[in-house]
């Protein structure tokens, strides 16, 4: 499985951007996907997840502001991020398992990783 992510940017805070991740390949292997992000001398961390039938869980600090969501005839994943704060400026990455859970927020859930975008808020 292969993914892309695009959609990152400059954008100020209290803004708004959708990022996209599209899986190509063996797309079966996408039954969970989900985002995590990793903001400049920190570690990585879980953002949101959805499964194959539209299952989501999401990390505190994004709830009610992020919304993630999946198109499966197009294999792409999306993260609408709203009321963006400077704490948001990180690289999100997308991931994909076939067996995970939307529950495992750890990187090693996560057999497949795209490239990353990179997200900036402005004060």
């Known amino acids: 499985v292969q993914l892309q992510a695009s959609g990152g940017g400059l954008v100020q805070a209290g803004g708004s951007l959708r990022l996209s991740c599209v899986a190509s390949?063996?797309?079966?292997?996408?039954?969970?996907m989900s985002w995590f992000r990793q903001a400049p001398g920190k570690e990585r961390e879980f953002v949101s997840a959805?499964?194959?039938?539209?299952?989501?869980n999401y990390a505190d600090s994004v709830k009610d502001r992020f919304t993630i969501s999946r198109d499966n005839a197009k294999n792409t994943m999306y993260l609408q991020m709203n009321s963006l704060k400077p704490e948001d400026t990180a690289v999100y990455y997308c991931?994909?398992?076939?067996?995970?859970?939307?529950?495992?927020?750890?990187?090693?859930?996560?057999?497949?990783w795209g490239q990353g975008t990179l997200v900036t808020v402005s004060s």
């Open positions: 991931a994909a398992d076939q067996y995970g859970s939307r529950w495992c927020i750890r990187e090693y859930c996560y057999d497949y």
């Open positions: 390949g063996r797309t079966s292997s996408t039954d969970v």
């Open positions: 959805i499964t194959w039938s539209d299952s989501t």
